[in-house]
């Protein structure tokens, strides 16, 4: 049973960069099997529809929402069973929850991402 560990939240001021992280627990995967997964993060600000935010798929397929183009950078290390998302330049807009997605049908459990002065 796979579990994701989301980490890296946290309060950062307007322009300020975080890097969020998504450990995939609960299997042991071969590089060639952890690349060919789809996976993603997605937020949720209050009283908002959970929204994708960037995605990665198994041919290596990047997708981003058009209000973090150019500021946000999808990645995954196969040798730690990780994704992350890198986040520069961040807006008061960007803050929600953000969750990690794995195979389209496991969730993280969020981790929090507030831009604020």
């Known amino acids: 049973q796979v579990q994701l560990v989301e980490s890296g939240g946290g309060l950062v001021q307007p322009g300020g960069s975080l890097r969020l992280s998504c450990v995939v627990a609960?299997?042991?995967?071969?590089?060639?099997?952890?690349?060919?997964?789809?996976m993603g993060w997605y937020r949720q600000a209050p009283g908002n529809q959970r929204e994708l935010v960037a995605q990665v798929n198994g041919p290596g397929q990047l997708h981003y929402a058009d209000s973090v183009k150019g500021r946000f950078t999808i990645s995954r290390d196969s040798a730690k069973n990780t994704m992350y998302l890198q986040m520069n330049n961040l807006k008061p807009e960007d803050t929600a929850l953000y969750y990690c997605?794995?195979?389209?049908?496991?969730w993280g459990q969020g981790t929090q991402v507030t831009v604020s002065s």
């Open positions: 609960g299997g042991a995967f071969s590089h060639s099997i952890f690349m060919s997964f789809t």
């Open positions: 997605n794995f195979q389209e049908n496991t």
